[in-house]
Nanobody, 124 residues
Framework: QVQLVESGGGSVQAGGSLRLSCAASGRTFRMYTMGWFRQSPGKEREFVAAIRWSDDMTFWADSVKGRFTISRDNAKNTVYLQMNSLKPEDTAVYYC?????????????????WGQGTQVTVSS
C-alpha cells in the first residue's frame, strides 16, 4: 500500500511559477513510475507528465512541454512538478499517481495509487 500526499498548490498570476510536491509512503517508491495528472472543472482528468522508475525517463503532454519539469528524489520518496510560465488554462486540480513498474507514461488505469489532489489557480 502506497499513500500519496500532494502539496504546493496555490494561486498565481499568469507567467508565474509553482512547484508541486508529492510525498509517498512505503519503502518501494523507487519501483514506481510517478505521474502527474490534472482535472479542470467540467473536463476529464488528463495526463501532464511522468517519470519512469528505472531510468528517470520523462514523458510529457504537449500542452506543458518546455514549461514544466518533473523530477524525483528516491531518498525522500518524493516527486516534484516544477511549473513555469503558467497560463490560465493550467488551472486545475493536480493529482499525483504511482504505477508499479510502469514502462511508459501509461493511462489512468495503469496507475495503482492516487493522491487527493492539490488546487492550482492561474489568473490572467
Amino acid at each position: 500500500q502506497v499513500q500519496l500526499v500532494e502539496s504546493g498548490g496555490g494561486s498565481v498570476q499568469a507567467g508565474g511559477s509553482l512547484r508541486l510536491s508529492c510525498a509517498a509512503s512505503g519503502r518501494t517508491f523507487r519501483m514506481y513510475t510517478m505521474g502527474w495528472f490534472r482535472q479542470s472543472p467540467g473536463k476529464e482528468r488528463e495526463f501532464v507528465a511522468a517519470i519512469r522508475w528505472s531510468d528517470d525517463m520523462t514523458f510529457w503532454a504537449d500542452s506543458v512541454k518546455g514549461r514544466f519539469t518533473i523530477s524525483r528524489d528516491n531518498a525522500k520518496n518524493t516527486v516534484y512538478l516544477q511549473m513555469n510560465s503558467l497560463k490560465p488554462e493550467d488551472t486545475a486540480v493536480y493529482y499525483c499517481a504511482a504505477g508499479l513498474g510502469l514502462v511508459g507514461a501509461g493511462s489512468e488505469a495503469d496507475y495503482d495509487y492516487w493522491g487527493q489532489g492539490t488546487q492550482v489557480t492561474v489568473s490572467s
